[in-house]
Nanobody
Framework: QVQLVESGGGLVQPGGSLRLSCAASGSIFNIYTMGWYRQAPGKQRELVAAITRGGTTNYADSAKGRFTISRDNAKTTVYLQMNSLKPEDTAVYYC??????????????WGQGTQVTVSS
């Protein structure tokens, strides 16, 4: 099994910054694409940003120019640097990863989520 643990959420004023982290642990054989999704109250969960094992990134239009996704060299931790935050960025942010464990093919995993609130 793979566990994804997010940290770094909180309350920030409009225009401020936050850095989210997501660490993967468990009997991991390999981790492929990792990403961040968010879900605001009453809305569907949506992709914010994703990064492949090779470093290719993909951003939602709402995140382009303000958010940066990155991974550590061990490829087991993913970060989301969020700048110029807006009230509409308020949501629960979830880490997501495609990974393999011994004896199984590629499976998709989710973290428990971390709350980001942008408010004055």
């Amino acid at each position: 099994q793979v566990q994804l643990v997010e940290s770094g959420g909180g309350l920030v004023q409009p225009g401020g910054s936050l850095r989210l982290s997501c660490a993967a642990s468990g009997s991991i054989f390999n981790i492929y694409t990792m990403g961040w999704y968010r879900q605001a109250p009453g809305k569907q969960r949506e992709l914010v940003a994703a990064i492949t094992r090779g470093g290719t990134t993909n951003y939602a239009d709402s995140a382009k120019g303000r958010f940066t996704i990155s991974r550590d060299n061990a490829k087991t931790t993913v970060y989301l640097q969020m700048n110029s935050l807006k009230p509409e960025d308020t949501a629960v942010y979830y880490c997501n990863a495609d990974a393999t464990v011994p004896g199984r093919g590629v499976s998709n995993y989710w973290g428990q989520g971390t709350q980001v609130t942008v408010s004055s």
